[in-house]
C-alpha cells in the first residue's frame, strides 16, 4: 500500500494479534468436506455424509437446496438430494456458512441472530452482484462476504466496551475501522484475514479482508493487491453500502469507497436502480 497503509503482517505482529484475542480454530467438520470438496474427483456420497452428521449443516444445505433460487417445486428431504442439486461449491459454501456460524459464541443470542442474518443478506446479496460480474466467481464472493467482518463478534467478546463502540459509530456515523484503530490493539480485518488463514481458506480472501477498508486499495498495482482481492473488496462494498441503505447506517463503507468500488466495476446510476431493486427482493425473501 502508500507509505501511510498498513504493512503486511510479519511473524511478530501475528503474534501479538493472537496473545490479544482468541482465535476459534477451524472445525474438524469442515476441514473433512473442504478436503473432499477438493479432490479432483469428489464423492458426492462422502460429503453428503459429512454435512448428514451435523444437524446445521444439514438443515442450511435443505434450506438451501429448496429456497427459490433452485427454481423447483420438488421439495427434497434427503441430504444426499441437496447436495446433488447444489453442487460442490454452492454446498461447501453452506458448510462453511454453518461452520462460522456455529464458532460465534459467548455473546447475547440476540445480538448474534441479528449479526447472522445481516451477514447472510450480505453473502447472498454480495454473490448476486459477482452473477453480474465478468470474471468474479459467485461462490468467492459469497464466502468472502460471510468472513470479511467475521472477526467483529470476536472483538464484541474480548473487549467489554466495544459494543458501546459499535453503538457510537451507527450514531455519529463515524466508520468502524477507523474506530478500531482509535482504541483497541487491532482490527476486524486483521482478525478475520488471520481467522481464515487459521481455517484454511484460500489466501486471496485473507489479502481481501486484510485491506478491504483501505482508502487507497484501489490505486495500488496488483502485485500488491491481487485483482482477484480486489473485486471481492469491490462487490461486497457495493452489496454493504446498497443494503445499508434500507436496514441501518453504514458504518463499514462509506460513500468515498462506495463510488471507488462502483468505478471499479462499471456499475452505472441504471444498474444501481436494478440492484436496489433486487436486494429488496432478497431482504423480503429472507424476512429481514
Known amino acids: 500500500m502508500t507509505q501511510n497503509s498498513p ?8 503474534q501479538k494479534v ?7 480454530t477451524c472445525p474438524a467438520m469442515l476441514t473433512d468436506a473442504m478436503r473432499e470438496a477438493q479432490k479432483d474427483e469428489p464423492d458426492l456420497k462422502r460429503l453428503a455424509e459429512i454435512i448428514a452428521n451435523d444437524a446445521g449443516m444439514s438443515a442450511a444445505a435443505l434450506k438451501l437446496a429448496n429456497s427459490p433460487l433452485y427454481g423447483s417445486s420438488n421439495r427434497l428431504s434427503s441430504v444426499r438430494k441437496a447436495v446433488e442439486r447444489l453442487g460442490i461449491r454452492n454446498t461447501l459454501c453452506v458448510v462453511v456458512a454453518s461452520a462460522l456460524r456455529s464458532s ?10 441479528q449479526f447472522w442474518k445481516r451477514t447472510m443478506l450480505l453473502a447472498l446479496t454480495s454473490s448476486l452482484i459477482a452473477r453480474r460480474q465478468y470474471g468474479i466467481s459467485p461462490d468467492a464472493a459469497y464466502t468472502y462476504a460471510l468472513f470479511h467482518d467475521a472477526a467483529i463478534p470476536l472483538m464484541m467478546r474480548r473487549f467489554p466496551e466495544y459494543g458501546a463502540l459499535l ?30 488463514r487459521n481455517w484454511g481458506l484460500p489466501p486471496l480472501l485473507g489479502q481481501a479482508i486484510r485491506f478491504h477498508h483501505e482508502k487507497d486499495a484501489y490505486d495500488v498495482p ?24 434500507v436496514l441501518d ?22 444498474d444501481q436502480d436494478e440492484l436496489r431493486s433486487r436486494i429488496t427482493t432478497v431482504i423480503e425473501e429472507n424476512g429481514a
Open 18 to 24: 493472537m496473545d490479544t484475542i482468541d482465535i476459534p
Open 104 to 113: 460465534i459464541i459467548g455473546l447475547p443470542p440476540a445480538w448474534i441472530d
Open 7 to 14: 504493512r503486511e503482517l510479519s511473524d511478530e505482529d501475528v
Open 222 to 245: 496488483d502485485r500488491t493487491l491481487p485483482g482477484g482481492a480486489l473485486s471481492l473488496i469491490a462487490v461486497t462494498q457495493v452489496a454493504e453500502h446498497l443494503l445499508s441503505e
Open 167 to 196: 453503538e457510537k459509530c451507527r450514531r455519529e456515523g463515524s466508520m468502524l475501522n477507523d474506530a478500531e484503530e482509535q482504541y483497541f490493539p487491532s482490527t476486524h480485518p486483521i482478525i478475520g484475514s488471520l481467522l481464515v
Open 249 to 270: 447506517d453504514d458504518i463499514e463503507v462509506g460513500i468515498e469507497l462506495y463510488h471507488r468500488a462502483l468505478d471499479f466495476l462499471g456499475i452505472s446510476g441504471d
